[in-house]
């Protein structure tokens, strides 16, 4: 069986690792967080500093997953890793509904009952959260986390690091651009701007990132 390792330990890479266990094509073999000072083996799996876990990656049969909830931390570490993609395992729960022609990129994690349907395409080392619902060919980017009951109409598009929380909606055709958040709730009736926090029932933006070129150097 491949080898699963798993970058952060907190509490988003518990849920990570119910994924992985229910999807049944991984094992896991070690917890890589810098909040360790040493490496260490815990029932038969390797707990230790990032570094020392990359070593494992020198196997083949050895993956990753950077099981952290930011967005921005997900983007930070993938480049602080500077790994090839094919390193990089997608982990899919078996009750997640997946539509044809639905594409999934590396470092992704689609959860118990997300459901995507014909066409779609979910970028690099994203967050499909539990019941989140994305519609016919729907452009998700990079980075990005629907956050559980998040759902979006046909035709959306979501740019690269977006989050959307809670019951958050999207109405068809519109556009969240890049790095922004859509508040738990909210409801999207038009595009909403890059870098900005929008929230309420229509959403509107209530602020802007200030000094978002910093973003734009990370990604």
């Known amino acids: 069986m491949k080898k699963l390792i798993l970058i952060g330990g907190g509490g988003h890479s518990k849920v990570v690792l119910d994924i992985m266990l229910a999807q049944g094509q991984y094992e896991l073999a070690g917890i890589g967080d810098d909040k360790y000072l040493h490496t260490f083996s815990e029932f038969g799996i390797a707990h230790g500093p ?6 494992l990656l020198e196997e083949d049969n050895y993956y990753l997953i950077i099981a952290i909830g930011s967005n921005h931390a997900r983007c930070a570490v993938e480049q602080r890793l500077g790994l090839s993609e094919h390193k990089y395992a997608v982990l899919i729960h078996p009750k997640a509904t997946i539509g044809s022609g639905v594409t999934v990129g590396k470092g992704s994690v689609i959860m118990p009952g997300a459901v995507m349907n014909y066409g779609s395409e979910i970028g690099k080392h994203c967050i499909i959260n539990t019941g989140a619902i994305i519609e016919h060919e729907d452009t998700i980017g990079n980075y990005v986390h ?8 046909g035709d959306v598009t979501i740019e690269d690091g977006v ?7 999207i109405i068809e055709g519109r556009t969240v651009g890049c790095w922004s958040t859509l508040g738990a709730g909210a409801v999207a009736i038009k595009d909403i701007p890059r870098y900005c926090t929008a929230v309420g029932v229509p959403a509107k933006v209530v602020k802007f990132v200030q000094n978002p070129e910093m973003i734009q150097r990370r990604t």
């Open 50 to 55: 990032i570094a020392d876990m990359l070593k």
């Open 146 to 153: 629907l956050s559980p009951a998040a759902a979006l109409g």
């Open 163 to 169: 989050h959307i929380g809670i019951g958050a909606k």
